[in-house]
Nanobody
Framework: QVQLVESGGGLVQAGGSLRLSCAAS????????MAWFRQAPGKEREFVAL????????HYATSVKGRFTISRDNAKNTVYLQMISLKPEDTAVYYC????????????????WGQGTRVTVSS
């Protein structure tokens, strides 16, 4: 079983930056692709970014491409989401998730989810 714990959220002004972390623990034979999702108040959860097991491939939602960067440090069992040029519409609870597939928007393909970390972007 894999446990995921997000951290790094907080309050930031528009145009600012934040780096989110997702720490994974437990036995993970075979490895997992890792993703970030987010859910704004009153909205459905949406895909943000996906990174392959070894970090060789990434995929981003159009809304964040060029501003967000997903990365991972497998030695530390940690996935990151570096966010720059933040906008008020980026305000959401951000979740990390693990999958053995490569279907970014198909939430049922993700086997494990964290509890989320809240990001608030103010004007």
């Amino acid at each position: 079983q894999v446990q995921l714990v997000e951290s790094g959220g907080g309050l930031v002004q528009a145009g600012g930056s934040l780096r989110l972390s997702c720490a994974a623990s437990g036995r993970t034979p075979g490895g997992y692709n890792m993703a970030w999702f987010r859910q704004a108040p009153g909205k459905e959860r949406e895909f943000v970014a996906l990174i392959s097991i070894n970090g060789d491939n990434t995929h981003y939602a159009t809304s964040v491409k060029g501003r967000f960067t997903i990365s991972r440090d497998n030695a530390k069992n940690t996935v990151y989401l570096q966010m720059i040029s933040l906008k008020p519409e980026d305000t959401a609870v951000y979740y990390c998730a693990a999958t053995r597939g490569w279907q970014p928007d198909r939430q049922t393909s993700y086997d494990y989810w964290g509890q989320g970390t809240r990001v608030t972007v103010s004007s």
